[in-house]
């Protein structure tokens, strides 16, 4: 028995198992154990390998199973309605599906780790980590953190890269490679940060806040792009880059931010709010600068531009330098100075020509003005309406007269019409207006009076008070009734 308590032959070493002994008494203990299983959990990481088997994890927040699924096994899931299904939306989006496998367990030797070797599975739901970064997703976006009408364009030319990222991680060393590759003259300045585990994403968070924070107080030090990178994993590898508080981060940043985090198929919350997505760090690498074979090569395009435009703008300087030089006004000046004032003379005589015609034109115009003003005077006006007022009065007048005298000889007609249907004019031709004095009441038919009623009797000239002695009424024949009084 040795001091740690483990047992150990007389032999010594030579008897204790070699690793790969080891190895293979678990494996098969463990495929004796567990020859056939089911387990629930969450896919991460799903790959379709060239071979045609697929690798992947299966996990829930307690723990990790590799799990592989041989080609054989594969082939006769697509067979299967709804697990070909499942299988297309696993290549399609490789996290986050909620499943059930069916298979056994096995022991992969050369790394001494068993996993589970699927020949069936089954979706049993989203997974909680894909739930809720698609609620954070959706949170974020209708707070407007993704729109693109916020998001700023990169830096042509930077000068100086912030990269937030592990200081150990590959992701760096990817991205200063790209960096030194394509754009030496840029200076790096490296703010580490851890990119997994609790608390991550406040520190990614707090290095997105001090890279802003560097040029406050000496602008020269500013960084022109940050770069937020990390290499692949899991989506519990990655979920720091989801959280919310990093997100908000990155959303406020005053310096352009890109994100490349993972790999091409590995979307996180940080690669929507950022200023630009990269599939990969490198990717991110590549978008902070130019190439500088490019630029080389625009610089000498622009200097063979920039070249032959000034050949050609010296070849026109030395064309015109020849044709002065040989034009008769370098040879004789006194002609070039005869001929500019000969010239200047003709100019003079159209000024003066042009200047008498403005003046004449001008002269008409102002007498059709003072014209037209002198018939606007006020006194003349006031004669004009005065003369206009009294000709309308006139007309008022004799408007009235005769509408007047027309009215008078109507009335005339009318009086004459009158007069001659008068109770007078009956009253001269021999009528009389009989009444009763006891009420006054016109007598038009005879028994209306009865005998020993008084009537008054109006003539043409008096009236008589008369005393009915006798009532002689007639019929319609105008012939006396038989029972006349």
Known sequence: MDDDGFSVSARGVECVPTVSELTAKIKRTLEREFPRVAVCGEISGFRLHTSGHAYFTLKDPGAVLSCTAWRSALERMRGRAADAALLRRLEAAPDGARVVLK???GVYGPRGSYQLHVEGMEEAG??????????????????GLFDPARKRELPRFPRRIGVITSRDGAALRDILRVLGTRWPPAEVLLRPAPVQGEGAAAELARAVMELNAQGDQDPSSRVDVILLARGGGSIEDLWQ???EVLARAVAGSGVPVISGVGHETDFTICDFVADRRAATPSNAAELAVPDRIDVA??????ARRVGSAAARIFDRARVRLLQARHARGLRRPEDLVRRRGQDLDQLADRLAAGMARTARAKRESLRLLESRLGRQEPRARVVLRRARLEELRRGLLRSCQTRLSARGSRV??????????GPERVLARGYALVRREADGR??????????????????????????????EPLDRDGRLREDTA
């Open 103 to 105: 298979g056994s367990i």
């Open 297 to 302: 090569r625009m610089l000498e395009r622009e």
């Open 412 to 421: 005339d007609v009318a009086s004459a019409r009158l007069a001659a249907l």
């Open 442 to 471: 016109l007598v038009r038919l005879a028994g209306e009076a009865p005998a020993g009623a008084r009537l008054s009797v109006l003539l043409h000239q008096g009236r008589l008070a008369c005393l009915v002695e006798r009532s």
């Open 126 to 143: 989203r997974g909680d980590l894909h739930e809720a970064f698609l609620r954070r997703k959706a949170k974020l976006e209708a707070e």
């Open 241 to 243: 880059f989801n959280e």
